[in-house]
């Protein structure tokens, strides 16, 4: 069975400095693996995944991600953190096996201005 | 504009009491979702369906039903067996299960006990 671990429950950062928010994830053979974003009272909105090839991903927004395969980690970046961009962040790894989605718990990002 | 519709946005339940909850979809999507969010617990499967007819239990299935008559609808029926039904609940759609392919998500339904 495939599980995805965020290990930090929340990330606090100022306007301006990097931003990173990480996932390690489980899983037998080779993963599909999503980053998603959830603002308060609203649904999951799909930021960037990692399928093959070039480990680092581009997404919406200027958030990328790296996929390291050795660390079994996918984590999340943006150089430079906006206040808008304070939400809850949701990893979450495909299986190849049965093709469903595990998510992480969530890390709660605030970016203070 | 394409997406997907849930409603009621909140909904109350009386003990003992079957509520539904809709998702329509006008994504054209073969595979239909839907999760339970609790805080700090992420989503969790409860129900899928890849294709018109056909769905099967997802990993909290128990006190839940669905159906699939249409393409574009997937109603969630939480029944009086589910005790702990209070949580948020969303729907998503994508266009196939048996892909890659990212799930789009609806604003979800806030389900509360009277």
Same mark, same amino acid.
């Given at each position: 069975?495939?599980?995805?671990?965020?290990?930090?429950?929340?990330?606090?950062?100022?306007?301006?400095?990097?931003?990173?928010?990480?996932?390690?994830?489980?899983?037998?053979?080779?993963?599909?693996?999503?980053?998603?974003?959830?603002?308060?009272?609203?649904?999951?909105?799909?930021?960037?995944?990692?399928?093959?090839?070039?480990?680092?991903?581009?997404?919406?927004?200027?958030?990328?991600?790296?996929?390291?395969?050795?660390?079994?980690?996918?984590?999340?970046?943006?150089?430079?953190?906006?206040?808008?961009?304070?939400?809850?962040?949701?990893?979450?790894?495909?299986?190849?096996?049965?093709?469903?989605?595990?998510?992480?718990?969530?890390?709660?990002?605030?970016?203070?201005? | 504009?394409?997406?997907?519709?849930?409603?009621?946005?909140?909904?109350?339940?009386?003990?003992?009491?079957?509520?539904?909850?809709?998702?329509?979809?006008?994504?054209?999507?073969?595979?239909?979702?839907?999760?339970?969010?609790?805080?700090?617990?992420?989503?969790?499967?409860?129900?899928?369906?890849?294709? *018109?007819?056909?769905? #099967? /239990?997802?990993?909290? $299935?128990?006190?839940?039903?669905? !159906?699939?008559?249409?393409?574009? +609808?997937?109603?969630?029926? *939480?029944?009086?067996? #589910? /005790?702990?039904?209070? $949580?948020?609940?969303?729907?998503? !759609?994508?266009?196939?299960?048996? +892909?890659?392919?990212?799930?789009?998500?609806?604003?979800?339904?806030?389900?509360?006990?009277?």
């Amino acid at each position: 069975a495939q599980s995805v671990a965020q290990p930090e429950d929340q990330v606090n950062v100022a306007e301006g400095n990097p931003l990173t928010v990480k996932c390690t994830y489980s899983v037998s053979g080779n993963p599909y693996l999503f980053w998603y974003v959830q603002y308060p009272n609203r649904g999951l909105q799909f930021l960037l995944k990692y399928i093959t090839g070039d480990n680092l991903v581009k997404g919406s927004y200027g958030f990328e991600a790296e996929f390291n395969k050795s660390q079994t980690s996918f984590h999340l970046k943006k150089p430079s953190a906006l206040v808008s961009d304070s939400a809850l962040y949701f990893c979450a790894v495909e299986s190849r096996d049965d093709y469903k989605l595990s998510f992480g718990a969530g890390t709660t990002v605030t970016v203070r201005a | 504009d394409g997406g997907i519709t849930q409603s009621p946005k909140y909904l109350f339940r009386k003990e003992g009491q079957n509520v539904t909850l809709s998702c329509e979809q006008n994504l054209n999507h073969d595979a239909m979702y839907w999760y339970r969010q609790d805080p700090g617990q992420g989503l969790r499967l409860i129900y899928y369906s890849q294709i *018109v007819n056909d769905f #099967q /239990k997802g990993d909290i $299935a128990e006190g839940y039903s669905v !159906s699939r008559e249409k393409k574009e +609808s997937f109603p969630l029926t *939480v029944t009086s067996a #589910q /005790k702990n039904p209070t $949580a948020f609940y969303l729907c998503a !759609s994508s266009m196939s299960d048996y +892909s890659n392919q990212p799930q789009h998500f609806g604003d979800g339904t806030r389900l509360s006990i009277l």
